[in-house]
């Protein structure tokens, strides 16, 4: 069997995007199969979309929110014509969010209430801060995020024992006079990401708690772009999504 997919990016954060769950076939185990870079379609998850919800697994096929899955899928859903109006409510992974076009190429969604404080955690020898932001995330401040060793540290903290059985996603973040400057190690892809939502919206939550960062917060990845983090009416992530290309998958 044939069916189209749609390939997404949400600042570098990749995505495989179907519309409706074929017949037969599990999320987690689709997500296992078309994100693998090597004998898939390669994506760092599977966004599983319908005209009243959008839900998203991670490549190894655990099912989480994400925040730039959400901005992208929104993007998409404009090209399809599903949308009417610029602001709107959508269901994503059992939370019910609103959503924005905000520019061509450009959304925003509000995102989960930060939850599960956690400032100046000792954690071998490391002062880390947590916050579950729809995902619990560990955000590390860096004087060069440049040289973060995200991928063997990143790892290391994303099983710490201090962040319990889930484990957390880990961001590194240096601060600049003109934005934030993450990377972020992602659990569920155990590896580092060109960009995290959910990380971004996390760094900027603690950064604007420990007053090092102002409203808006705005975010540089590691793909480049600059995405903003608005709190004044709840936490809001906004920044640029594409389409990349669309084909046929035989499953």
């Known amino acids: 069997m044939n069916i189209p997919f749609w390939k997404l ?56 929110f994400c925040g730039n899955g959400t901005r992208a899928g929104v993007i998409w859903a404009a090209k399809k014509g599903w949308l009417k109006g610029r602001e709107f409510e ?31 955690m000792s954690v071998d020898s490391l002062q880390v801060n947590y916050v579950d932001t729809g995902v619990p995330h560990a955000v590390v401040f860096v004087d060069d995020v440049e040289k973060a060793n995200v991928k063997e540290l990143g790892r290391h903290l994303r099983f710490h024992k201090a962040f319990g059985r889930a484990g957390a996603n880990v961001n590194f973040v240096e601060i600049t006079k003109d934005a934030l400057l993450i990377r972020t190690y992602e659990r569920g892809v155990e590896d580092e990401t060109l ?48 389409v990349t290309f669309t084909g046929e998958v035989q499953l």
């Open 9 to 64: 990016s949400g600042a570098g954060n990749d995505f495989v995007l179907l519309e409706r769950l074929p017949k037969h076939h599990s999320g987690a185990a689709l997500a296992k199969k078309l994100c693998d870079r090597h004998l898939g379609i390669g994506a760092d998850g599977l966004l599983i979309a319908t005209k009243k919800s959008l839900d998203y697994w991670n490549a190894d096929g655990s099912k989480a």
């Open 90 to 120: 959508l269901r994503s992974n059992g939370k019910r969010l609103r959503a924005r076009l905000t520019a061509p190429g450009r959304a925003e969604v509000d995102m989960p209430r930060p939850k599960k404080l956690k400032l100046g």
């Open 195 to 242: 960009a995290c939502g959910t990380g971004i919206v996390a760094s900027a939550f603690i950064s604007r708690v420990l007053g090092r960062a102002d409203n808006p917060v705005k975010v540089k990845v590691r793909g480049g772009d600059i995405l903003k983090v608005s709190f004044k009416r709840g936490p809001r992530l906004e920044g640029p999504a594409v």
